[in-house]
C-alpha cells in the first residue's frame, strides 16, 4: 500500500502544486486549507468520515453499490483511497516547496524562448525540482506504513485482504505476542531508516539541495 500510495500521489500531487504556486486565483488560500487539513485532523476522525462516505447506508456509497455493484469499506482500494486523502498533504507540501524555490528567472526565460506550459514543466520546473520530489516520496512512504487509524477505520483488518503492519503489531500486542510484535516493528524501523538515510545521502552527495544545483 505505501508503494501505491507513494506512486499514484506524485502524478497526483505535481499538477496540484503546479496549479498552486504558478497560477494566481482568488480562492487559493481555502483550497490550500482543505488540502492540508489531514495534516491536523486525527487519523480517527479523517477514516471516520470516509467510512460514512462510502457506507452503502449513504449517497455516495449507495450508489456506488447499486449501479456498479461496488464497494470501497473494508476493502483494498478503499484503505488505498484513505492513504491516498490522509499523506496527500505530505508529498504536496514538500513539492510545493520545491517549486516555489525555483528562481522565476527560469520560468521567464522559458516563456521568452516561446516554450509551452508542458515544456516548461517538463524540461525546467520537474528536473530543478528533483530533490523536493523525492524528498516528498520518500515522506510519503514512511508516513504510509506507520498509518492505523484511517486505515483501521475503512478497511477493518481483514487478514489478507486489508490487514497491514501498523495494525498487525497492535494485534500482536493486544494478543501478547510482543515476540511477532517485535518482528514487525523492526522490520518498519528498518524500512524507515534505510528511506531516509537514502534521502540525506542524496542531500549531501547528490549536490541538490531544495531543486536547486548546489555545485
Same mark, same amino acid.
Given at each position: 500500500?505505501?508503494?501505491?500510495?507513494?506512486?499514484?500521489?506524485?502524478?497526483?500531487?505535481?499538477?496540484?502544486?503546479?496549479?498552486?504556486?504558478? =497560477?494566481?486565483?482568488?480562492?487559493?488560500?481555502?483550497?490550500?486549507?482543505?488540502?492540508?487539513?489531514?495534516?491536523?485532523?486525527?487519523?480517527?476522525?479523517?477514516?471516520?468520515? $470516509?467510512?460514512?462516505?462510502?457506507?452503502?447506508?449513504?449517497?455516495?456509497?449507495?450508489?456506488?453499490?447499486? =449501479?456498479?455493484?461496488?464497494?470501497?469499506?473494508?476493502?483494498?482500494?478503499?484503505?488505498?483511497?484513505?492513504?491516498?486523502?490522509?499523506?496527500?498533504?505530505?508529498?504536496?507540501?514538500?513539492?510545493?516547496?520545491?517549486?516555489?524555490?525555483?528562481?522565476?528567472?527560469?520560468?521567464?526565460?522559458?516563456?521568452?524562448?516561446?516554450?509551452?506550459?508542458?515544456?516548461?514543466?517538463?524540461?525546467?520546473? $520537474?528536473?530543478?525540482?528533483?530533490?523536493?520530489?523525492?524528498?516528498?516520496?520518500?515522506?510519503?512512504?514512511?508516513?504510509?506504513?506507520?498509518?492505523?487509524?484511517?486505515?483501521?477505520?475503512?478497511?477493518?483488518?481483514?487478514?489478507?485482504?486489508?490487514?497491514?503492519?501498523?495494525?498487525?503489531?497492535?494485534?500482536?500486542?493486544?494478543?501478547?505476542?510482543?515476540?511477532?510484535?517485535?518482528?514487525?516493528?523492526?522490520?518498519?524501523?528498518?524500512?524507515?531508516?534505510?528511506?531516509?538515510?537514502?534521502?540525506?545521502?542524496?542531500?549531501?552527495?547528490?549536490? $541538490?539541495?531544495?531543486?536547486?544545483?548546489?555545485?
Amino acid at each position: 500500500m505505501a508503494v501505491l500510495t507513494t506512486i499514484v500521489l506524485v502524478f497526483v500531487t505535481i499538477p496540484i502544486a503546479y496549479f498552486l504556486v504558478f =497560477t494566481q486565483f482568488r480562492f487559493r488560500i481555502f483550497l490550500e486549507t482543505i488540502l492540508n487539513l489531514p495534516l491536523v485532523l486525527p487519523p480517527t476522525v479523517i477514516g471516520f468520515y $470516509l467510512l460514512v462516505l462510502f457506507s452503502p447506508k449513504y449517497l455516495l456509497g449507495e450508489f456506488l453499490d447499486n =449501479t456498479f455493484e461496488f464497494r470501497l469499506t473494508f476493502s483494498f482500494l478503499g484503505i488505498l483511497f484513505g492513504s491516498l486523502v490522509f499523506n496527500l498533504p505530505f508529498m504536496l507540501q514538500a513539492i510545493q516547496v520545491g517549486f516555489s524555490s525555483l528562481p522565476k528567472s527560469y520560468i521567464e526565460t522559458g516563456r521568452i524562448l516561446g516554450k509551452s506550459k508542458w515544456t516548461i514543466l517538463t524540461k525546467i520546473i $520537474l528536473p530543478n525540482s528533483k530533490f523536493s520530489i523525492f524528498a516528498g516520496m520518500v515522506l510519503t512512504f514512511a508516513h504510509t506504513i506507520g498509518e492505523f487509524g484511517v486505515v483501521l477505520l475503512i478497511g477493518g483488518s481483514i487478514p489478507g485482504k486489508t490487514k497491514v503492519a501498523s495494525i498487525a503489531i497492535f494485534e500482536e500486542v493486544e494478543a501478547m505476542n510482543y515476540a511477532n510484535a517485535h518482528l514487525y516493528a523492526l522490520i518498519l524501523v528498518s524500512i524507515s531508516f534505510v528511506s531516509l538515510f537514502l534521502l540525506f545521502l542524496w542531500k549531501r552527495n547528490g549536490f $541538490l539541495f531544495m531543486g536547486l544545483d548546489q555545485k
